[in-house]
């Protein structure tokens, strides 16, 4: 996602680029062979067959994980690493990654979020704040296409947006409940990646509008959602700038002792095991937040022993992620006369509210929640043959809703959160094994029991019955979202990146996925890694 933004924006500035993807290539249109699958095209209804899942343990976590999507994830065995603490590393090898499974919302940073560490201590103070990224999202925004309403709101700033997908009438409900009995929260409608209304930039990236179709892990034959396979990939390609290699797995960065520089980048042909040396100027890491980190700690020389930039032991500590653990549900006896028109791909969102302006609770940060409500369908399943197929074709819709809301909150960067290579250990390319210790602690305990708290009064309040909460006890690296490990920061004996990217220590070399964060807000990450890779591209173009 956030490599497809500098392949395209150093191409746009007329740049030569080399992409390599250690996967296959994925062309849009060409390589979504299940598209178009109806359920009975998948043996199993699209559920993963039995020996599948029993190979695929942590994979089949994914709530994507299924039988039409299941060729763009990593197999458990292909790329096997050490978990020091238990860890779900959900990775997508190929060409687009995972934004072509990713769920699509998009809400932006604010000031407080990037002041956050500043004001509490705990992690480093970002070099940037929301000014400086401010136009790049809104840059970002417009190529890729994002739905959205105006709310006006601190924590998540407006941009620019396309029509917003429709609430519906419980989510109406949550909001006026919220507006009467909450000042310093909101419930809005999720801002997600999606064409509601075709601009002329979407089409001349040959995407249409999204047709609601639910089915967007599989690849969107309509590029309605933004993948870099549909969109930032295909515009890269058309300006004649870029050179595609898949099948190449990035073994190190090379550093010249004598130049003081970077050099290139060692490649292991990831099918014939051939290796390789790209020779570049400028160099960028998206591999993603562990594997960037990874490739940075065996970029070993003479200068860097343990590893590029890494002198005083900083880079792969103070690794943060997303806590999706607790949930509330309940049951909504009202509204059963009404029903969905259609599928809305956006959810309602509550922002961040806690220790937003000032410190209130016992806990550092704050959280986020998706809502989401369905109609409860009561389908007769009695009877066999035509008897069967008449009463399932009377579905009927006077039932309850279900409410459900989860917590997305920010973990603190920690220095026992981290990841090491394994000195013995190799994979099938000769690259050492990764070892990733990431845990919860305290303060992840007590921000869940504020969200079960706080979200069973407001669904007291909404007047919901069947009240439950929920903590799924999932693993950390299952929400997908980790981060950190080569932080961005004013200081380098403190941070390995400055304010544009760069590393410290070596200036030709550029960090713009997730493994850039110094901390991790409440949104969803991948907006913020986009306006961050396409501001750092540009100014590296600007200086090249």
Same mark, same amino acid.
């Given at each position: 996602?956030?490599?497809?933004?500098?392949?395209?924006?150093?191409?746009?500035?007329?740049?030569?680029?080399?992409?390599?993807?250690?996967?296959?290539?994925?062309?849009?249109?060409?390589?979504?062979?299940?598209?178009?699958?109806?359920?009975?095209?998948?043996?199993?209804?699209?559920?993963?067959?039995?020996?599948?899942?029993?190979?695929?343990?942590?994979?089949?976590?994914?709530?994507?994980?299924?039988?039409?999507?299941?060729?763009?994830?990593?197999?458990?065995?292909?790329?096997?690493?050490?978990?020091?603490?238990?860890?779900?590393?959900?990775?997508?090898?190929?060409?687009?990654?995972?934004?072509?499974?990713?769920?699509?919302?998009?809400?932006?940073?604010?000031?407080?979020?990037?002041?956050?560490?500043?004001?509490?201590?705990?992690?480093?103070?970002?070099?940037?704040?929301?000014?400086?990224?401010?136009?790049?999202?809104?840059?970002?925004?417009?190529?890729?296409?994002? $739905?959205?309403? *105006?709310?006006?709101?601190?924590?998540?700033? !407006?941009?620019? /947006? %396309?029509? =917003?997908?429709?609430? @519906?009438?419980?989510?109406?409900?949550?909001?006026?409940?919220?507006?009467?009995?909450?000042?310093?929260?909101?419930?809005?409608?999720?801002?997600?990646?999606?064409?509601?209304?075709?601009?002329?930039?979407?089409?001349?990236?040959?995407?249409?509008?999204?047709?609601?179709?639910?089915?967007?892990?599989?690849?969107?034959?309509?590029?309605?959602?933004?993948?870099?396979?549909?969109?930032?990939?295909?515009?890269?390609?058309?300006?004649?700038?870029?050179?595609?290699?898949?099948?190449?797995?990035?073994?190190?960065?090379?550093?010249?002792?004598?130049?003081?520089?970077?050099?290139?980048?060692?490649?292991?042909? $990831?099918?014939? *095991?051939?290796?390789?040396?790209?020779?570049? !100027?400028?160099? /960028? %890491?998206? =591999?993603?937040?562990? @594997?960037?980190?990874?490739?940075?700690?065996?970029?070993?020389?003479?200068?860097?022993?343990?590893?590029?930039?890494?002198?005083?032991?900083?880079?792969?500590?103070?690794?943060?992620?997303?806590?999706?653990?607790?949930?509330?549900?309940?049951?909504?006896?009202?509204?059963?006369?009404?029903?969905?028109?259609?599928?809305?791909?956006?959810?309602?969102?509550?922002?961040?509210?806690?220790?937003?302006?000032?410190?209130?609770?016992?806990?550092?940060?704050?959280?986020?929640?998706?809502?989401?409500?369905?109609?409860?369908?009561?389908?007769?399943?009695?009877?066999?043959?035509?008897?069967?197929?008449?009463?399932?074709?009377?579905?009927?819709?006077?039932?309850?809703?279900?409410?459900?809301?989860?917590?997305?909150?920010?973990?603190?960067?920690?220095?026992?959160?981290?990841?090491?290579?394994?000195?013995?250990?190799?994979?099938?390319?000769?690259?050492?094994?990764?070892?990733?210790?990431?845990?919860?602690?305290?303060?992840?305990?007590?921000?869940?029991?504020?969200?079960?708290?706080?979200?069973?009064?407001?669904?007291?309040?909404?007047?919901?019955?069947?009240?439950?909460?929920?903590?799924?006890?999932?693993?950390?690296?299952?929400?997908?979202?980790?981060?950190?490990?080569?932080?961005?920061?004013?200081?380098?004996?403190?941070?390995?990146?400055?304010?544009?990217?760069?590393?410290?220590?070596?200036?030709?070399?550029?960090?713009?996925?997730?493994?850039?964060?110094?901390?991790?807000?409440?949104?969803?990450?991948?907006?913020?890694?986009?306006?961050?890779?396409?501001?750092?591209?540009?100014?590296?173009?600007?200086?090249?």
């Amino acid at each position: 996602m956030s490599g497809s933004w500098v392949a395209k924006e150093l191409c746009d500035a007329g740049i030569k680029t080399l992409l390599l993807e250690r996967g296959p290539d994925v062309v849009h249109l060409q390589d979504y062979p299940t598209a178009a699958w109806q359920p009975w095209d998948s043996p199993h209804r699209n559920e993963i067959a039995y020996e599948v899942r029993m190979k695929n343990k942590i994979a089949g976590k994914c709530y994507a994980f299924k039988d039409a999507t299941s060729h763009f994830f990593v197999e458990d065995d292909h790329h096997p690493y050490i978990q020091e603490a238990p860890f779900d590393w959900i990775r997508g090898y190929q060409v687009g990654g995972k934004s072509l499974l990713w769920a699509r919302q998009v809400q932006r940073w604010s000031n407080y979020d990037f002041e956050g560490p500043k004001r509490d201590g705990f992690a480093v103070d970002w070099p940037i704040r929301y000014n400086d990224l401010a136009d790049w999202y809104t840059h970002v925004e417009h190529f890729i296409g994002v $739905s959205g309403n *105006k709310d006006g709101l601190d924590g998540v700033p !407006d941009g620019d /947006f %396309l029509p =917003a997908m429709a609430a @519906n009438c419980v989510e109406e409900h949550l909001m006026k409940v919220v507006k009467e009995n909450y000042e310093d929260r909101h419930i809005i409608k999720a801002r997600c990646a999606h064409i509601t209304e075709v601009r002329d930039i979407h089409r001349q990236q040959g995407r249409g509008q999204c047709q609601h179709r639910m089915l967007c892990e599989r690849g969107c034959p309509f590029g309605g959602y933004f993948s870099a396979n549909s969109s930032t990939l295909p515009w890269a390609k058309r300006t004649g700038n870029l050179t595609l290699r898949p099948h190449s797995v990035v073994h190190s960065v090379i550093y010249n002792d004598t130049l003081k520089k970077a050099t290139g980048i060692k490649v292991i042909d $990831s099918e014939s *095991k051939e290796e390789m040396v790209f020779e570049a !100027d400028l160099i /960028f %890491l998206n =591999a993603g937040t562990l @594997n960037t980190n990874l490739i940075l700690l065996n970029s070993k020389s003479e200068r860097f022993p343990e590893g590029l930039g890494n002198d005083h032991g900083l880079l792969g500590k103070f690794i943060a992620f997303h806590n999706y653990r607790p949930q509330v549900e309940a049951i909504c006896d009202d509204f059963q006369d009404q029903r969905e028109k259609g599928r809305s791909i956006a959810s309602a969102y509550m922002p961040r509210f806690a220790n937003f302006y000032r410190q209130e609770e016992e806990f550092i940060r704050g959280y986020a929640a998706g809502i989401s409500s369905r109609k409860i369908l009561n389908n007769n399943i009695e009877g066999v043959g035509q008897k069967l197929l008449d009463n399932l074709l009377q579905v009927d819709y006077s039932g309850p809703w279900a409410v459900r809301a989860h917590m997305m909150g920010e973990t603190i960067p920690k220095e026992t959160n981290f990841i090491s290579l394994e000195p013995d250990q190799k994979d099938q390319w000769g690259i050492p094994l990764l070892n990733i210790k990431v845990d919860y602690d305290k303060n992840d305990q007590k921000m869940m029991d504020h969200f079960h708290k706080e979200f069973t009064d407001l669904f007291e309040k909404a007047g919901f019955k069947d009240i439950k909460t929920v903590d799924d006890k999932r693993l950390p690296g299952n929400d997908i979202h980790e981060m950190g490990g080569v932080r961005m920061g004013r200081d380098p004996m403190t941070s390995l990146l400055n304010k544009w990217n760069q590393m410290h220590l070596c200036k030709n070399v550029y960090v713009t996925d997730g493994a850039c964060m110094t901390s991790t807000a409440t949104q969803n990450p991948s907006l913020t890694y986009m306006a961050i890779a396409a501001r750092a591209a540009n100014y590296a173009a600007e200086n090249y």
